[in-house]
T-cell receptor, first 112, second 110 residues
């Protein structure tokens, strides 16, 4: 069964460092998303991506964040200069139009 | 601003009980409402609802959408300990985006 794959599963980084979280969505899907979930809190929308551009982003998704789909398969989230409060589980999801979204297993980011 | 509100935030029941979880939404150009179950890590899909009044059912779980009331309910009958999880509701708008509520943490005691 096709699935969304995220790597790494866990990343520890120093405050101020750049991190790139990687996702391989399901191959024929059209819409791609990043969400984050701080431990014990709600799943928060970061950004959606369609037709090779950002279609919507939340107020959390500031200039420190960027997304790319460089080669038609990978979908990456870059955080330029990490802060302690960026520590969270980051989920990637993908879907076709008007269908359920499938989630990856997440990357746990720990900023120290 | 788009908003999804779930209630209750937390619920503790005993095996065999029936539970009803609520989700209300305010989403521009609403298209769909989705329910997910989150156990350890990634949310797993339960239902997608687009039409009002049509119940979707899967085993002991069922869900229905009320577009007039801008709400949905998720019912679980004859609960089991394996139903313990966070149940997430997400509302989708015209961009195929999805905004999640805070979730309902369900604990089923033996």
């Amino acid at each position: 069964e096709p699935e969304v794959t995220q790597t790494p599963s866990h990343q520890v980084t120093q405050m101020g460092q750049e991190v790139i979280l990687r996702c391989v969505p399901i191959s024929n899907h059209l819409y791609f998303y990043w969400y984050r979930q701080i431990l014990g809190q709600k799943v928060e929308f970061l950004v959606s991506f369609y037709n090779n551009e950002i279609s919507e982003k939340s107020e959390i998704f500031d200039d420190q964040f960027s997304v790319e789909r460089p080669d038609g398969s990978n979908f990456t989230l870059k955080i330029r200069s990490t802060k302690l409060e960026d520590s969270a589980m980051y989920f990637c999801a993908s879907r076709l139009r008007d269908t359920e979204a499938f989630f990856g297993q997440g990357t746990r980011l720990t900023v120290v | 601003e788009d908003k999804v509100v779930q209630s209750p935030l937390s619920l503790v029941v005993h095996e065999g009980d029936t539970v009803t979880l609520n989700c209300s939404y305010e989403v521009t150009n609403f298209r769909s409402l989705l329910w997910y179950k989150q156990e350890k890590k990634a949310p797993t899909f339960l239902f997608m609802l687009t039409s009002s009044g049509i119940e979707k059912k899967s085993g002991r779980l069922s869900s229905i959408l009320d577009k007039k009331e801008l709400s949905s309910i998720l019912n679980i009958t004859a609960t089991q300990t394996g139903d313990s999880a966070i149940y997430l509701c997400a509302a989708g708008g015209h961009n195929n985006d999805m905004r999640f509520g805070a979730g309902t943490r369900l604990t089923v005691k033996p």
